[in-house]
């Protein structure tokens, strides 16, 4: 494939969702409103396959657009694959006409296309103060997304989102100064994360050490993970049951991706484990809040929020340990987490608006009462407690072996343990609310729930699935894994 | 077209002005935990912002550029009039009369700042030691603005107290930069300042539905959404 026809998928994945959301302000028409963040994308699913495609394989080079503002690798590529299919996931589920007919309708779509974008943004851009930007844009998009549904809860959540978030985001930026800092002193003022990694300076320790660590700090805090992570759980249970989708499923992976970036300068700077120790230490941290609070979990959004803490708990261990067995498991792991909880919290915001409330206690023999609304929403939690086929069964599993190969096996016996109970916790939650005979209590018909579309869902759930034995996958994750600095 | 890059503050920059303006904005924050969250912020908040754009017009004047001069205007702007005002409405929007002082004593809080102040003299030391000039010498000043701004936001209890801790916690992330490393890339100031701007008219217009949604309350004494009660 040409540079310059890979160059147009740069601009397909960044300004498609972009130019899509001008036009829902400029033609607010119903039917419009009502498929533009499909559409959208839509847009950034197709960029990505075309700049995987581009970028992996003998004798391929990274896409630069903007005079190598713009940066895509490999890495890159996968991650706008992973925001394509799960916001694809998440907005062809999440369609609803009712909410695009509505007064605030046009107004959450567009939020929906510039949060895509600038997720887009922040995976494409090669300097990393232009990704930080493009991360805090993400919570400033997001914010009203959060309160959509108003009420005391909703203001609540966005409040705290947008104050945890910013300031966390901000640790991030100092740490970001502080490493340009050191460049300036050592002749050669950059962020580029391609030219710190390629040409890599002789920087002060001290302060690159400080710096690089403050940065991870920051940008795990957007990732979710312990302990910077209390944002998550709220903005996740309040916020539209597809938004909760993309940021559990989206957002987490493209603010991690910045993590890794981090974590490969660190080695590529300092030669060092500091981001390594941080990373390892943060995701068995969220294991250990995850296992402790989804156990006496009350609410069931709450209860998938501290799913996808433990996922990235996960995901953070497998970056940690760092070998291609890791981190090929790793880059999966995000794919199908992300694939499988936006379908799952689709259904989630479904079951609450036909139920009525979020209480575990409140939903009761779902499977009898509503199997249309059960039977997705069960086989989504299955997929993600990685019951086989699950593909999050052999993620998790590779992470555990490549643990143990990797010297790090109290991490991996602590991984297991704790996923075990996480396991438990989750897996009773979902028995209670789906199996079991309706009691006198439960109404046996409650509000009628408008129809909506599953195939998004079942698509999602499979791939979920299969995606693992997709035989060029493994090829593409290679290439990915190099890009981190490991060559399987 | 590549990150433009601005150039270092010149070692030839007049120390004493350097030391003055940095120390102002630090003591702006000073005034700020001393002053508690009851009194309007916007006075120091001004100073603060006055400050750190003097410190990018001494920059421009120094280095006779042109570019720096329209920059530090900009940053007054910004910092010094647009922001401070929005942060203030957002005071007036919760009622500033309420009682908030939790049993804080203005004498504790300063003695917090002052060992927040020599935390981050030491913290900055070895970033002092890579930067040449009078910069290097007040960059500690910026850290020590940062750890203020963090106090501020940590015991803010009000939607304004907040406000004020988030801003000043920016300023010194800037001040540091400016000091450290002239600042970041021209493209990234940009994002970084429109952020800025977006996430506290954001806080605005949250708090304003906070409002509403709570009958005058704060969020800081929100909790409905708390472990416990789910």
Redesign the interface.
Known sequence: MTVTRAVVFVWLALAGPFTVAVAVLVFRHRSWVLVAEVLAAGLVLVGGCGLLASTTGPGTTPVRA????LRVDALAAYLLVVVGAVGLTATWAGLDRRRASSRHGSRYATLVCLFLTAMVLAVVAD?L??T??AV??T??AT??LV?HH????A??????Y??LA??GV?IA??G???L???T??AGS????WSQLTTHPPHL?P??TR?GLALAALGFATKAGLAPMHSWL??AH??APGPVSGLMSGVLLAVAFGAVLRIERLDDALLGGTTVRWLVLAGGLLSLLVSAA?VVT???YK?LLAYSSIEHMGLVAVGAAVGSPLALTAMLLHLLVHGLAKAGTFVMAGRILAAEGSSAIADVRALLRRRPALAVPFLAGGAVLLGLPPSGLFLTEAALVVAGFRSGLGWAAGAVLALVLVVFVGVGRHLVTMTLGAPSTATTPDGPSVAPAPVAPIALALVASCVVAFVGPLAGVLTDVVAVLGRSA | MALETRPPMSPEADPQAVALLAGLALLSAVVLVWRGPGASPRAPLVLQGAALSGLVLLAGLVDRDPRVVIAALLAFVLKAVVLPALVDRGGDAVGPGRPVDRGRSPARSLLLVAGLVVLGYVVARPLGAIVPGPAGRAVAAGMALLLVGFLLLVTGDRVRAQLVGFLTLDNGISTTALLAAGGVPLVVEIGVSLDLLLVVLVLRVLAERVTLAFGGSDPGSVRELREVRD
């Open positions: 903007l005079g190598g503002m300097d103060g232009v930080w930007v805090e844009a919570t400033i914010a009203f309160g108003g009420g005391r809860r203001v609540e959540a966005a409040w705290k947008v104050v910013s300031v901000s930026l100092l970001l100064v502080l340009y800092a050191a300036r002193a003022p950059t962020l580029s002060d001290a302060v400080a759980p709220d249970s309040q609070l979990q009350k609410d709450r």
